[in-house]
T-cell receptor, first 111, second 112 residues
Framework: KQEVTQIPAALSVPEGENLVLNCSFT??????LQWFRQDPGKGLTSLLL?????REQTSGRLNASLDKSSGRSTLYIAASQPGDSATYLC??????????FGTGTQLKVEL | EAQVTQNPRYLITVTGKKLTVTCSQN?????MSWYRQDPGLGLRQIYY???????DKGDVPEGYKVSRKEKRNFPLILESPSPNQTSLYFC???????????FGEGSRLTVL
């Protein structure tokens, strides 16, 4: 059974800092991996989707990498802003659009 | 505007009183799914559907039913709610070939 772990559970950084969020998974037989953002009281918003054949995806200040062999993905956020404060979740698709989610990293970017 | 719409957003009910949470998407997605989110447990899949009239159990289907009579709608039915079904519920949809999930705003359910 796939297990997805995100460490740390919470992170606080000063504005402007570059940061890395980590996601690890136990079964490397995946179709894709997605990173989501969740604001308090809101649904999840898809940030980046990396197909199993890809190594990374970029969108603006966000860059996500995927290393299937080691069961790891990272989300890099450049020049963090207070508006980036949210919970970030990764989810692994093991086939048939069946996603397994991590419990998330709660990020706070302080002025 | 492309969106996934859930109703109600908030509901307080009592044990045993049947309820339905509706979900509708306007993006012509084949795939739809229900999740529940609980502190410390993350999001867990309840049921999913790959297309009309095709539904399958997720990881925590006990106590729930779904139907997919139309492509745009995927209601979640709790026939006899119990307090352990108190949770935050999310509906999501996607095209099968892209896999990018779009989520609704969530429905917070409290069962007394």
């Amino acid at each position: 059974k796939q297990e997805v772990t995100q460490i740390p559970a919470a992170l606080s950084v000063p504005e402007g800092e570059n940061l890395v969020l980590n996601c690890s998974f136990t079964d490397s037989a995946i179709y894709n991996l997605q990173w989501f953002r969740q604001d308090p009281g809101k649904g999840l918003t898809s940030l980046l989707l990396i197909q199993s054949s890809q190594r990374e995806q970029t969108s603006g200040r966000l860059n996500a990498s995927l290393d299937k062999s080691s069961g790891r993905s990272t989300l890099y956020i450049a020049a963090s802003q207070p508006g980036d404060s949210a919970t970030y979740l990764c989810a692994v698709d093991g086939g048939g659009n069946k996603l397994t989610f991590g419990t998330g990293t709660q990020l706070k970017v302080e002025l | 505007e492309a969106q996934v719409t859930q109703n109600p957003r908030y509901l307080i009910t009592v044990t045993g009183k049947k309820l339905t949470v509706t979900c509708s998407q306007n993006m012509n997605h084949e795939y739809m799914s229900w999740y529940r989110q609980d502190p410390g447990l993350g999001l867990r899949q309840i049921y999913y559907s790959m297309n009309v009239e095709v539904t399958d159990k997720g990881d925590v289907p006990e106590g729930y039913k779904v139907s997919r009579k139309e492509k745009r709608n995927f209601p979640l039915i709790l026939e006899s709610p119990s307090p352990n079904q108190t949770s935050l519920y999310f509906c999501a949809s996607s095209f099968i070939n892209t896999g990018e999930l779009f989520f609704g705003e969530g429905s917070r359910l409290t069962v007394l």
